[in-house]
């Protein structure tokens, strides 16, 4: 009867691990978050731990590995599931160090941040969800398992904005500065020499100028009589030639005996 009554008790206490590690050290960027209707949208099943990326990934609790792969949104996950009777669950990791069947100890690596799939936030981190074995829909809180829980920091999310085009701005002319002016070149004035006149010298006789001589005046000839031309004589007739006579006939030659 008494043995009974104990496995009753146990049968409604909570399940809880024996004990529990922090898979990677840094802050909790996103809390859990599930409401009455586990189908209603914006819950988060999981908590999201900040880490480094390519840091190693501990096993929070010990059991047998019952998934080691790469899902279409969490990415590389790794499956524990412990003796009490708990799935505990890492996703968005950046390589898996065991593999499905083996079994792993608290705190042994089972693999290293990432992230890998489809990420929430900016910055490297993971996930770990717990949920009851038998109960699709019983996930628990991972913090209240896991020992003296970081501070909760937010974490600024993924948002791609459409790129804005930005317009042409017209390249303004370049223009050229004008020539600065040659610098004109100082004139220096010759100081003017006053004469002193010298004291006891001699009055200077300035000799009066000399008459140019003028050319003597030519002679004036008095003008030759004009000599008027002799008048020219009539023309003379012209002699017509007389006439050449007529051509003699040529004299054969007597022939010679």
């Given amino acids: 009867m008494v043995s009974s009554c104990v496995a009753a008790v146990a049968a409604l206490a909570p399940v809880v691990a024996s004990a529990w590690t922090w898979p990677v050290e840094g802050p909790v960027l996103?809390?859990?978050?599930?409401?009455?209707?586990?189908?209603?949208?914006?819950?988060?099943?999981?908590?999201d731990i900040g880490a480094?990326?390519?840091?190693?990934?501990?096993?929070?609790?010990?059991?047998t590995v019952s998934f080691a792969g790469t899902v279409p949104t969490s990415g590389k996950s790794v499956t524990i599931q412990t003796a009490d009777g708990l799935n505990v669950t890492l996703t968005h990791l950046g390589s898996i160090s065991v593999a499905r069947g083996a079994a792993v100890v608290e705190g042994q690596q089972v693999g290293t941040v990432g992230p890998s799939g489809t990420v929430d936030l900016a910055v490297p981190y993971l996930s770990l969800g717990i949920r009851v074995t038998s109960n699709a829909n019983g996930y628990l809180d991972p913090l209240g398992l896991l020992p003296a829980a970081p501070v909760v920091a937010p974490a600024p999310l993924v948002v791609t904005a459409p790129a804005?085009?930005?317009?042409?701005v017209p390249a303004q002319p370049v223009v050229a500065p004008e020539p600065a002016a040659s610098p004109q070149p100082v004139l220096t004035t010759e100081p003017v020499v006053v004469a002193q006149p010298v004291v006891g010298a001699p009055p200077v006789v300035v000799p009066a100028p000399v008459a140019e001589p003028q050319p003597a005046a030519a002679p004036v000839t008095a003008p030759q009589p004009v000599v008027a031309p002799e008048p020219v004589?009539?023309?003379?007739?012209?002699v017509a030639p007389e006439p050449v006579g007529a051509p003699q006939p040529v004299v054969a030659p007597e022939p010679v005996g």
């Fill in 164 to 168: 804005v085009a930005l317009e042409p």
């Fill in 233 to 238: 004589g009539a023309p003379q007739p012209v």
């Fill in 30 to 47: 996103r809390p859990f978050s599930l409401g009455p209707n586990p189908y209603a949208g914006g819950q988060h099943r999981v908590i």
């Fill in 52 to 63: 480094a990326s390519g840091g190693p990934v501990a096993a929070p609790a010990g059991g």
